[in-house]
């Protein structure tokens, strides 16, 4: 069972991003920071007091519902890991995106159909839904690392 998490683990690891920042202040004037950093860019919310949450404002590629996004796009986290009165730690890495599983999942119901061969689906679909997964994906990591670059740099003023 051990075995199974920690490649589950290192698996997630590869499609998640991670990156870390010290901050020069107390945690109030951290806190105080985050506020005059939110701008156009990003926002935050803090989910407990040590993690809070980081979401851009704008997002390429994040399924929209009558011009609403159904998830809320782009977002990092960040984890205070050592606190003192000089200076704050923080984690910050993303999540899975699950999007990414949306766009291969009509690739597994098609393998069979494709193999099988009674069907006009041509064996190209097999490449094409693999390559729209690593589009999507480049877009996304791009975007995560250009947020944690500006959230990082509200922090550093």
Same mark, same amino acid.
């Given at each position: 069972?051990? $075995?199974?998490?920690?490649?589950? /683990? %290192? !698996?997630?690891?590869?499609?998640? $991003?991670? %990156? ?6 107390? $945690? ?11 701008? =156009?860019? @990003? ?10 949450? +980081?979401?851009?404002?704008? *997002? ?7 011009? /609403? ?12 890991? *050592?606190?003192? #009165?000089? #200076? ?6 993303? =999540? @899975?995106?699950w999007e990414l599983i949306i766009? !291969? ?10 193999? &099988? ?7 190209? &679909? $097999? ?8 589009? @999507?994906?480049?877009? @996304? ?9 500006? +959230? =990082? ?5």
């Amino acid at each position: 069972c051990s $075995l199974i998490h920690f490649v589950m /683990r %290192d !698996l997630l690891n590869i499609f998640t $991003l991670q %990156d870390g920042i010290t901050f020069n202040g107390t $945690l109030s004037e951290l806190d105080e920071r985050l506020k005059l950093g939110e701008n =156009k860019y @990003f926002r935050t919310e803090w989910i407990n007091e040590n993690d809070l949450k +980081f979401v851009a404002n704008r *997002s390429a590629g994040i399924f929209m519902s009558i011009g /609403r996004p159904i998830t809320e796009g782009i977002k990092g986290y960040a984890t205070i890991t *050592s606190k003192n #009165e000089k #200076e704050q730690h923080l984690a910050l890495k993303t =999540k @899975f995106r699950w999007e990414l599983i949306i766009v !291969l999942v009509p690739l597994i119901f098609l393998i069979p159909v494709i193999i &099988v061969g009674n069907t006009n689906i041509k064996s190209w &679909v $097999l490449i094409v839904f693999p390559l729209i997964t690593l589009y @999507f994906g480049f877009v @996304f990591r791009l975007q995560e690392k250009s947020l944690f670059d500006v +959230f =990082k740099k509200s922090l550093v003023k």
